[in-house]
């Protein structure tokens, strides 16, 4: 089982959701981070001084899968969150070693979906 | 005060000129009443500032109105647009708005320069529009309707248009429609107000005016990305309340303050604009409990502005109980319009600004024709339900011309705007947000 | 405005008859007023007119303050409650509740129906309430009273009251708890009034009365889930702050208002007021210094609206320095209650309704039977300080009638509307927050 | 009201002899206003209670104007600091602030103790500085400048001083800065006031005084850790917005109030303070096109209230062409200031009150001196621009001495208090925040 | 070494924290999610426009612990977050291969705790 | 490849930042979390009630790195973040199996820079 991470531009949440439902990957936990990368973005002026430091808004997804749904996941974000410039974001892999799921306390493969 | 006196008098003259061809009672009334030289009256003059005050400070209520519902990255671009119209017009309107609305009469099409700058502007009554203020508090009144009208229409194309455009567009459109409208209506001599159209605080002037312009501005600019089912909620529901928190107390100088004075007729007005607002918010939420089976906080929002909007050109000629029927019938069609209608039509007015100002208001305009009555105001006149059904006709007729004025105009002047300089954001613009894009600003930080 | 004239004539009969009862002195009175045609002073109708607005105000601010202390998922339903009293409660007060309240008196108990749906309240002034401005001013000032005391209830039950519940409490608290007390202490023919009971601007028709029914409200819905030690801080301590802010400004309206004129009356109740509060803020400030070290932001505006409440029956009557005393004495009260007594009783009044209305208003009432002098106010009272004791006991009567009647009221009410359709909103939707379960809506979005 | 009359009198003596070293004139014309015992008008109280809620609705709007722009760690320190100022100075004024201001002059350098507590100071109108509205209503007025000025300063050490420390310098600084400074420009009796200053409505008293505090305070201070490359953007700009556009709400009462009456000198007021703030507004947004390609909501907001600021001090004698004028400068020269000069200086004057208040001020006081013409006010005078170059001289001398005075006292305080108690928050509470350390409060809560 | 992330229902992190805290894990860190799953929320309203994609707000933990509290974080979640309800979360268990803790600049199974 | 996560004090996002740069590491995702630690924070206290469970606010950085990177990240982070005083935070190594970079596709080790 793998837990990937992505890294995302925010107007693509919609998109990428869109493309994992597609591939029947339904379950993702996203949230707001900052990301500091090669895209450098439009620098924040007040009382016309620039800020430092440019910390952009991005949108992070975690989503565990069975490894056979790896590269379909992997796929599937690409293909949602591409529009070709800098600061598209990255995808992480990283191993699962274990999935509990809360409610019945199933564990492993079947808990995950 | 001599020179300020002496000023006044030099451009009463040409006044007095026109006047002439007003015939001798219109004339006689206002010289008489020039004789007189009419003092200032202490209550009314504070009530008309004060009412000043509260007009302005519904530009900043709208702005947070809107800013709540939009998102997160587009909530500054909105209060900068109406921070900027309330410099701008401002300006514009000592320059030469004011004149051009309600300066001595070119042929019931508009006001003459004489008062450019405010020339002539003293702070002696001016009888021809209030007898009882200094002219000056009647012209800053004035101004504040200036200022919000343009504002309005930002609802509608919210969230995408370039801010350069929207000044130069904001700037045209107050001075080529606005203006022009206002003095139709309110500057003496105007055709419509020949005609004896009651608009006793701006329902054509204000809201008809601004909604057309906004349904004209989004069609012109066309959908925001995503439009309909990928655009994020509103961001901020709170400001969005405290916008209409502060709307509904600004309104009562709105209408109130258009009696240009403290006393019953303020009163009437005051009483009918907050019992059609309450109505209005109560069947907007009754209309959703029964369609979706939950009231919906923005709902009750819009629609106590929608009854705010349709007792506008009302609120001097109307009863309590019939400002409770105007008020039910904002929300129906207001509702009809800013759900059904949108939804069927396509068309993405952001915050339904036409929805609410442009229906709102042709129903306010047409109820006045329905409910008026001189009882409450005998300088007014009776409406159809009081048997005369004139007035209802006349309605009508300033409702279309105005519809068809400021649509056309509307349009022509964004065409023009966008052909010289582009008024949509690119989609970059547009998916980054208008703020960072447009202002090197963030509305609100992540980090502590 | 002939018939606005005839109408009023035509319900001032039954007054008429009514005053017979009073006896010959108040009926010259009146009479005399009603001969001389009281004429519209427009100084005192644009700070009645003014003052009116500022009431209103206080709703949405009061809308800010609560909820700025309720958790995140909660904040659009106590917005909601409060919006929706506006629209409520107004509607009720044009058709039935006005007259209730103020109609002509049926036996010191209640007014009767005669001026239903506000036939026959006109543009005349009604010299037995106010006989400067018109009636209709008087009416509308006193409807945002009638609107804010339900409001201030939502302090109590806030984050577990099922809106539809809600709505229909609100109504029936209006309506039998409100309009009955309003009619007793301000009405003509009241009981209360005819008792001498010193009430300048509601501490015990609103506050009082509300903060009972706040308590009863607390207990009959008993405590959140989690309370006391799992429930989450307050989500937005600046809102709280600005609808503090906003709360303080509307008071001007809400104390100096209730002298229904511009004058010297109204200005020293403007001036305690403002007193009272500033020196109510301090106390409490330096109660949390000295017991923590450190004052809080929470603190210092819950002093502020103590102090507010607390002067608000004795505006009228009490010199600056007096104001001080009171304003103390209602930190130092209302800390005890919401902070001592509630966690020793274990009651969950979420905002404290209770700790600052409830027993801010019972301080007001009794100070005001401790400082009144008729130096301030010749047509007022000495209080107890001035060596009138007899006043003090009137105000202890009345306080307790006001305590008795609004507990067992409510309490009745509160039943009766849990019985038929529950009142407290089921665990999951506690959990989930009453936004969405109850709106279908989130207050803020968490991407953009 | 016998008593209060009494009291009145009581101290009307000692005013009076000392009017006798007034020459016979003035002596006459207040004895006259004495003998026929000023009636109250009720348009002028209404306007002026109107006008005192207005501006102390500008220190909660200051408080959001200022806590937007810190850091989210710091937002409930500047509320807190804003409120505990409407608390704290409110009581210093009643007890003894307003004496020291207004009471009977001692020598032209400040007022005896004579009405301390407010003895003497009734409902009964005092001629010597407002004929035609209560005593108290004047009292009261004036006290809402004497709580924003002080609170005016926090922008300049925002996010770093000490809460206790705060406190102490703050009722310091009104006492030993501000009250004279108010006697010696407004005071009758006041040296500067005998030398013929204008000072409509406080550009000395209030904003060069406080501009001043703010620099002294900003160097003694010492920087920010971490500025100003690493010190977080505004938190909140929205709440920015909010509070400028209640300020500049609130203004119309600042400037138009000091009219003392509601008449064609109040709306001369009102008209100029509305046109240079706009004209502010727009000129700094100009700026920021040209330098930096965008405007910002941060930049039209400040020149906002430059303009503000500038106009105080000639709000009751300029023309409103001149206003646009004053605008321009305004923004300009606070520009420079809170931009250029800043920077080089590198001084950390969080959120500009000394660019912004302080330039702003001195600006409006010598334009005074410039644009001032008895045209708009016969009991004004001439300015240089209307052939009267001595007003200049006079503004320039009053300035000086006003900009030293405050800068020495303002150094001394600080210094005393910062050995007494330590004025600066350690590290750990600026790098933990404000909020926490002060007053352990978060403004918001993360999880729901 | 493991590191243990959870997510799980809004309302249920002061209960998961107590019972943590019974298990003597002190050290813990929280943060706000988004979750899609299989839990169907209530869909939002805005005049009258329902939203699609339901990204319900969730709470996620994430805890580093040694091999041996492994079994009991996890039964210390499942027992606070369980409502039985769908809904109610999932908990991801993920390899950890070195900790530091910066004070002192410890590393390892000493760090962790 | 190594994903580093690491949980500082919120005032030393820009000094951790800063020294990051200096070892050339540009590329970082940050987020604002709460922690439960050995820091006993300052109490809450609302209306004199002391808010119970001491969350405080804190900043988690993620970064992923090539292993030659992974000395020089945490030297950089600690030397950042240290100040010497309970709370400084912690530094979490975990396994990186993949990373891709959405733009152009690439993956594995040239796609994480
Ligand atoms: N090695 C990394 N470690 C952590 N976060 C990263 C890393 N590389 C990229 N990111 C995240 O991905 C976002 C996009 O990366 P960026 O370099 O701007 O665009 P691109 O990936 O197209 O080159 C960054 O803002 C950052 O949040
Ligand atoms: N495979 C997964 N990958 C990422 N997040 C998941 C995954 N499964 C569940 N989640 C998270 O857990 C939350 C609860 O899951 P859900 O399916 O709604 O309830 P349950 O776990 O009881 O079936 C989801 O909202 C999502 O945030
Ligand atoms: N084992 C852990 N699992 C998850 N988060 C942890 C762990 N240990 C520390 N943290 C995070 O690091 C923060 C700092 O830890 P703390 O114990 O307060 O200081 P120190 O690391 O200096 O002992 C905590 O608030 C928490 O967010």
Not at chain 2, 127 to 152: C, R, S
Not at chain 2, 258 to 285: E, Q
């Amino acid at each position: 089982m793998k837990y990937i991470i992505a890294i995302i531009q925010p107007d693509r949440v919609q998109d990428v959701l869109a493309k994992l439902e597609e591939k029947e990957i339904h379950l993702v936990t996203v949230s707001q981070v900052l990301g500091r990368g090669r895209q450098k973005g439009i620098a924040e002026v007040y009382r016309s001084h620039k800020e430092p430091g440019n910390l952009l808004k991005k949108v992070k997804l975690e989503i565990a899968v069975n490894q056979e749904f790896v590269a379909a996941t992997i796929e599937a974000i690409t293909s949602g969150a591409r529009s070709g410039q800098i600061g598209d974001g990255k995808i992480f892999v990283l191993d699962l070693a274990e999935v509990v799921r809360i409610r019945p306390g199933e564990t492993g493969g079947v808990a995950i979906g | 005060m001599e020179t300020t006196v002496g000023k006044a008098r030099s451009s009463i003259f040409p006044l007095i000129f026109f006047l002439i061809f007003l015939g001798i009672t219109a004339l006689a009334t206002v010289v008489a009443a020039a004789d007189e030289a009419p003092k200032v009256d202490t209550g009314d003059t504070a009530w008309v500032l004060m009412a000043s005050a509260l007009v302005l400070l519904m530009t900043p209520a709208l702005a947070f109105f809107y800013g709540g519902l939009v998102r997160r990255k587009n909530v500054l671009s909105v209060l900068m647009q109406c921070f900027l119209i309330m410099c701008l017009i401002s300006i514009q309107w000592v320059l030469f708005g004011y004149t051009l609305s309600f300066g001595p009469d070119i042929g019931g099409w508009i006001g003459g320069l004489d008062w450019f700058g405010l020339k002539g502007v003293g702070l002696e009554p001016f009888a021809g529009y209030a007898g009882t203020i200094p002219h000056q508090a009647f012209m800053i009144f004035q101004m504040m309707f200036a200022i919000i009208t343009p504002a309005l229409i930002i609802g509608a194309f919210a969230e995408r248009m370039k801010f350069a455009a929207f000044a130069v567009f904001a700037l045209l459109w107050a001075t080529l429609v606005y203006d022009p409208v206002c003095h139709w209506v309110w500057g003496i001599g105007g055709f419509m107000r020949n005609w004896g159209a009651l608009d006793f605080a701006g329902g054509t002037v204000v809201h008809i005016n601004a909604g057309m312009a906004a349904l004209v501005a989004a069609i012109v600019l066309g959908k925001r990305i995503g439009y309909p089912d990928n655009v994020a909620p509103p961001h901020n529901l709170p400001f969005a309340v405290l916008g209409a928190g502060l709307l509904w107390f600004g309104w009562f100088g709105f209408n109130a303050g258009s009696a240009l004075g403290a006393g019953s007729l303020a009163t009437s007005a005051f009483v009918v604009t907050h019992i059609a607002s309450a109505a209005a918010g109560l069947t907007w939420s009754l209309i959703e409990w029964m369609r979706h089976g939950r009231p919906t906080v923005l709902g009750i929002i819009t629609g106590a502005v929608a009854g705010l909007v349709a007792i506008t050109p009302a609120s001097g000629f109307v009863t309590p109980v019939s400002a409770i029927w105007i008020g039910i019938g904002a929300s129906v069609l207001c509702y009809l319009a800013a759900v059904i209608l949108k939804a069927k039509l396509g068309y993405d007015d952001t915050l339904d600004a036409f929805g609410v100002h442009g229906v709102g208001g042709i129903w306010g305009a047409i109820a006045t024709g329905l409910f008026a009555t001189k009882t409450v105001n005998a300088a007014g006149a009776d409406g159809l339900f009081y048997g005369n059904p004139a007035q209802l006709w006349i309605q009508v007729k300033v409702t279309l011309v105005t519809v068809v004025w400021a649509f056309v105009m509307s349009f022509v002047l964004l065409k023009i705007v966008n052909a010289i300089m582009g008024a949509r954001a690119s989609e970059h613009e547009e998916r980054v947000g208008l703020d960072l894009t447009g202002h090197s600003e963030s509305a609100y930080t992540v980090l502590d």
